[in-house]
């Protein structure tokens, strides 16, 4: 590619990737040189495009910080995930492949499946990182990791994983192999697996459902969420004192079952444990939007914020439709579903400057396209 060639002209001969990019990058000004942004993915878990109030006027949950969020960007209308669960999602979301040219052609993985995508794979992760992009992933693999098991696969916790996210692009990796409610329930950062010891957790029932299984010592699911938002401020305070770019991947386990609202929101949303688990994603949202002001970052970074599939139905159907909230808004369907309610989802993207703020596209895109706009990006 010629290098003397402007932004703009740069800008339009990747408008062939997708509706996402032309939408972006049309709020874009032409300048003789940019800065390439911070990027940040915030990738919620279940959480249904009727669950924010920016985009269901009649929502029950009040969600300011994400309504703020969409003020000062683009709020799209007509979003879809690649996929009505969530590991074929997140392989779409870092490979802007569909998960079935992989080996996954239904479902998601398990506990102990081995590794989806190949170390030989390109994801948004290599692609940033060739870009001079510090890259670091905080949360949700569901990925696949491969685990040390002896002859009798039994798993040896004290030994480290591989093929995680540190092969994958990632300088750097935070988080659980899965969902809350798939064991083991265990922190891993970078490729080690952190407790001294593992226990067994009994099955936990109602909205607050997890299955049995091996727990790390001083792993309590209530805590996870925090924790994580802890590392991802704490990382993001880490950078501001780098002048390279990073990108943040950065999907979490809520508002997926357990739901398990801490006591400080307990009843905080007026509606069921479910909107006070939403209201923990908002506040989480507003943390990451403060750091960002007060490390001099939020002007160069894209923030885009998602859900990987619709809905979940048993995170309380029933108790929210009777106080008159749908999850779902005005679709048919939810997760799993293929009706949209299971793929239609909230999607915001906001770059100050660069996003016109309080905009709304129309325009149907999927989350597949994520490769292609940090590809038009760099």
Not at 17 to 28: D, N, S
Not at 142 to 156: A, M, R, S
Request: with cysteine; hydrophobic share 40%.
């Amino acid at each position: 590619m010629n290098l003397s060639i402007s932004i703009q002209e740069r800008m339009k001969s990747y408008l062939i990737f997708g509706l996402l990019i032309l939408t972006l990058i049309a709020c874009v000004p032409t300048q003789e040189k940019v800065s390439p942004p911070n990027i940040i993915y915030i990738l919620a878990d279940d959480l249904g495009y009727g669950d924010i109030s920016s985009f269901n006027p009649n929502s029950k949950i009040q969600t300011p910080h994400l309504d703020a969020l969409a003020e000062g960007g683009m709020r799209f209308t007509d979003a879809h995930s690649g996929s009505a669960v969530c590991t074929p999602t997140r392989y779409g979301i870092l490979t802007g492949r569909y998960s079935w040219r992989s080996r996954l052609k239904r479902a998601v993985l398990w506990s102990y499946d081995p590794h989806l995508i190949p170390e030989d794979r390109l994801t948004v992760a290599n692609l940033l990182k060739r870009n001079g992009y510090h890259t670091a992933a905080i949360g949700k693999w569901h990925l696949g990791v491969d685990f040390v098991k002896d002859e009798e696969e039994f798993v040896d916790y004290s030994q480290p994983i591989s093929h995680g996210p540190l092969s994958n692009g990632f300088d750097e990796f935070f988080g659980i192999t899965a969902s809350l409610d798939i064991p083991p329930y265990v922190y891993i950062e970078g490729n080690e697996i952190i407790h001294s010891r593992i226990d067994t957790v009994e099955a936990n029932e109602g909205l607050g459902f997890w299955r049995k299984g091996p727990v790390g010592d001083g792993f309590r699911h209530i805590d996870v969420l925090p924790k994580l938002q802890e590392k991802a401020v704490a990382y993001l305070d880490e950078r501001s004192a780098s002048e390279d770019p990073f990108f943040l991947y950065f999907p979490l386990p809520a508002p997926h079952t357990p739901v398990l609202p801490t006591e400080a929101y307990e009843g905080e949303s007026m509606t069921t444990a479910y909107g006070d688990f939403v209201l923990m994603i908002d506040d989480l949202v507003g943390d990451i939007m403060a750091t960002l002001e007060k490390n001099g970052q939020a002007d160069n970074t894209l923030v885009i914020f998602t859900s990987d599939n619709g809905f979940a139905p048993y995170a309380d159907t029933e108790g929210l439709e009777s106080i008159g909230h749908y999850p779902s808004y005005q679709f048919r369907g939810y997760k799993a579903d293929i009706y949209e309610g299971g793929h239609r989802i909230p999607f915001i993207a906001n770059w100050p400057g660069n996003i016109t703020g309080g905009s709304v596209s129309n325009q149907t895109i999927c989350l597949t396209d994520l490769m292609a706009t940090a590809a038009a990006v760099v």
